[in-house]
Structures are given as structure tokens and as C-alpha cells.
């Protein structure tokens, strides 16, 4: 049975699968009044901070003349899993694991840009799910390389440490350190390796008693879905280890990896 949710999503998505031209600003903007109507059924009142139009043509498995890298990487898909979250108390710390849910709402790979819904479902401090609108960025050594910039708050150290935590990232270490990025093949590589920044919270205020301060390191599979990543806030715990996997939920039939050959 489709409910009045899956309404809402279908008439979003249909905005973006009609084949007109949109700016990278409109598909943003479409994106968190399309999550906000989803969740709440009204439209986005918080404006997300947002970088300059870039342009953008369509919705589709075609993005601005390139082919998706991966079937997993399209708009709709879903994923699931959790977050461990570190939790001090009088008696010491223990870990969490906070159930997420994430769904890819728009992408442009030429651009180096991905975007996104974000769902906490049992935050202790919160009374509801949280639900974010994110943004990423897609290292291609075009437009974004392993190399944060300085608006997101981390520093070179910063970065090859966070990418160090993910073992198919060491054969290319040596060469990001050095800044011989020509020798970084990304291309054949079976991973993309990607940064979600989240940029607003969408169900919920601001005072819900969680921090968007921070953003992610992503590893992303190519072969299977799977991403691992961790979050990064100089004044939150280290290291919250981010686990989610392909997901059919939304999806009509089931999802098998593509790859684009050149």
C-alpha cells in the first residue's frame, strides 16, 4: 500500500526526471523542500548555507555527459546501518550504535557534487528521528581532492589521518602526501572516496541536542554499496565510525553494481 509519504517523494522526484535544465542552486533547493515535504508534509523554513549555482542538466542516470560510476551512486537509492557514538556518563564511556538512514537525492558527478537525506533514528537526547539535508563533495582530482578546504574546518594533518583509517585508500597515501595526484588513479579505482557536510537539520530545531558542526569521510564501494566513513568535529569524540549498506527500500527490483568503461 503507497502511502501519503511515497506521494510526496514520487511528485519530487518527478520535478527532477522531466528533462528541463535546472542550476546546481535549484536542484539543492529542490532537494531540501522535496526532504522536508517527505518528513513533515510543509516546506524547508531554514535556509541551508549554500555555495554559488553551478550548472546542472537533469535528473538521470546520465549527468552532465558522464555515466553514474555505479548503479548504487543513482538518485533514490537508500542505505542503512549505523553510527557509533561515543556516550559519557559518571560511571565512564560507552558506545552507541545509533541507527541511520540515508538516501542519495541528487547528484552531478562533472560537478564533483552529491547530495542528500540523512536520518538518526534513536538519538537518546532527541523525542523524534533527526533528519538532515547534506552535501557532499566527490574527490575526482578535478574538482575536489583528498585535501579538505579550510571553510569545513580541518587541516592537512587532519585529513590523512581520517583517510588513513580506510585500508584501500594506503596504496595511494604516499602520492596524496606529496601532492602527486597524477598518480593517483581514482578512475579505475573501486572506491570513491567522498566528504557529506550536513547543512540543516529538516524535521527538527536546531536545539534538538544534536551538532551538524562536523562532516563526514566517506569510502564508498563501488562493487556493492557499502560505505564506511567517520565523522569529524574538533569538539565532538573522535573517530564515530559511520557503517551502511545498499538498500532496496523505495527501490523497485533489485540493484547490481555498473560500471562505466573508457
Given at each position: 500500500?503507497?502511502?501519503?509519504?511515497?506521494?510526496?517523494?514520487?511528485?519530487?522526484?518527478?520535478?527532477?526526471?522531466?528533462?528541463?535544465?535546472?542550476?546546481?542552486?535549484?536542484?539543492?533547493?529542490?532537494?531540501?523542500?522535496?526532504?522536508?515535504?517527505?518528513?513533515?508534509?510543509?516546506?524547508?523554513?531554514?535556509?541551508?548555507?549554500?555555495?554559488?549555482?553551478?550548472?546542472?542538466?537533469?535528473?538521470?542516470?546520465?549527468?552532465?555527459?558522464?555515466?553514474?560510476?555505479?548503479?548504487?551512486?543513482?538518485?533514490?537509492?537508500?542505505?542503512?546501518?549505523?553510527?557509533?557514538?561515543?556516550?559519557?556518563?559518571?560511571?565512564?564511556?560507552?558506545?552507541?550504535?545509533?541507527?541511520?538512514?540515508?538516501?542519495?537525492?541528487?547528484?552531478?558527478?562533472?560537478?564533483?557534487?552529491?547530495?542528500?537525506?540523512?536520518?538518526?533514528?534513536?538519538?537518546?537526547?532527541?523525542?523524534?528521528?533527526?533528519?538532515?539535508?547534506?552535501?557532499?563533495?566527490?574527490?575526482?582530482?578535478?574538482?575536489?581532492?583528498?585535501?579538505?578546504?579550510?571553510?569545513?574546518?580541518?587541516?592537512?594533518?587532519?585529513?590523512?589521518?581520517?583517510?588513513?583509517?580506510?585500508?584501500?585508500?594506503?596504496?595511494?597515501?604516499?602520492?596524496?602526501?606529496?601532492?602527486?595526484?597524477?598518480?593517483?588513479?581514482?578512475?579505475?579505482?573501486?572506491?570513491?572516496?567522498?566528504?557529506?557536510?550536513?547543512?540543516?537539520?529538516?524535521?527538527?530545531?536546531?536545539?534538538?541536542?544534536?551538532?551538524?558542526?562536523?562532516?563526514?569521510?566517506?569510502?564508498?564501494?563501488?562493487?556493492?554499496?557499502?560505505?564506511?566513513?567517520?565523522?569529524?568535529?574538533?569538539?565532538?569524540?573522535?573517530?564515530?565510525?559511520?557503517?551502511?549498506?545498499?538498500?532496496?527500500?523505495?527501490?523497485f527490483g533489485h540493484g547490481f553494481p555498473s560500471y562505466s568503461f573508457r
Open positions: 500500500m503507497k502511502s501519503e509519504s511515497d506521494d510526496r517523494l514520487t511528485d519530487w522526484r518527478n520535478i527532477f526526471d522531466n528533462g528541463k535544465a535546472f542550476s546546481l542552486r535549484s536542484l539543492r533547493d529542490g532537494a531540501t523542500s522535496g526532504i522536508k515535504s517527505l518528513y513533515t508534509g510543509s516546506s524547508v523554513t531554514q535556509e541551508p548555507q549554500l555555495y554559488s549555482g553551478l550548472p546542472f542538466n537533469g535528473m538521470s542516470d546520465r549527468l552532465a555527459g558522464l555515466e553514474v560510476p555505479c548503479s548504487f551512486l543513482s538518485v533514490g537509492q537508500a542505505f542503512e546501518g549505523t553510527q557509533n557514538v561515543p556516550q559519557h556518563s559518571n560511571t565512564g564511556c560507552k558506545e552507541e550504535a545509533w541507527k541511520v538512514h540515508v538516501r542519495i537525492q541528487g547528484c552531478d558527478l562533472d560537478q564533483g557534487y552529491i547530495c542528500g537525506s540523512m536520518e538518526a533514528l534513536n538519538v537518546p537526547s532527541a523525542k523524534s528521528s533527526v533528519v538532515t539535508f547534506w552535501e557532499g563533495e566527490i574527490v575526482d582530482n578535478k574538482n575536489y581532492n583528498f585535501f579538505t578546504s579550510q571553510h569545513w574546518g580541518a587541516d592537512r594533518s587532519t585529513d590523512l589521518k581520517h583517510w588513513s583509517k580506510f585500508a584501500c585508500f594506503a596504496p595511494m597515501k604516499d602520492a596524496v602526501t606529496k601532492d602527486d595526484m597524477q598518480n593517483v588513479d581514482l578512475v579505475n579505482c573501486p572506491y570513491i572516496f567522498m566528504r557529506w557536510k550536513e547543512k540543516c537539520f529538516v524535521n527538527v530545531g536546531p536545539d534538538c541536542g544534536l551538532t551538524i558542526a562536523g562532516f563526514y569521510y566517506i569510502c564508498f564501494s563501488r562493487n556493492d554499496g557499502s560505505v564506511d566513513g567517520f565523522y569529524y568535529d574538533p569538539n565532538s569524540s573522535p573517530f564515530q565510525k559511520l557503517e551502511l549498506r545498499a538498500s532496496c527500500e523505495g527501490r
